[in-house]
């Protein structure tokens, strides 16, 4: 199985029902919800990228990864949110917005972290 997080009961039935998706499981009161159905929804509709709900969402999970211990694993999950929360980013503020840059920063330090990429 995938990478996913930990989300809020009412929080996951919202994403599910968007997506289709069985939210694979419960844990500590929470349900699972898979980096990839995350991804679903950031491009689903036929390839339109609906910018604005995809950076609440991805927002939404990058806080609730806050919450877990700094593995490899939580970092590679911050990874992939960041690495999709910036051209969401880029296409509703601009290039040169410091969320932007931001984010793209801590994408950086992410990959520096561990080895997990090499720049």
Known sequence: MGQSLILDPDYADA??????????????GGKRLPIEV????????DGV????????????????????L????????ELDL??????????TKGWAASE????YARARELCQQDGICKL
């Not at 994403?15 to 419960?26: A, K, P, R, V």
């Not at 995350?38 to 509709?45: C, D, F, G, K, M």
């Not at 995809?54 to 990864?65: D, K, M, N, P, V």
């Not at 932007?100 to 984010?103: A, C, D, N, R």
């Open 49 to 68: 990228l609906l910018f604005v709900e995809a950076i609440g969402h991805l927002t939404q999970g990058l806080e609730l990864l806050k919450a877990l």
């Open 15 to 28: 994403l599910n029902s968007q997506t289709g998706e069985d939210d694979g499981g419960e844990d500590n």
């Open 38 to 45: 995350l991804q679903q929804i950031v491009t689903r509709t």
């Open 82 to 91: 960041q690495t999709m929360l910036g051209p969401a980013l880029i296409a």
């Open 100 to 103: 932007v840059e931001k984010t």
């Open 70 to 77: 700094d593995t490899p694993e939580r970092t590679q999950q």
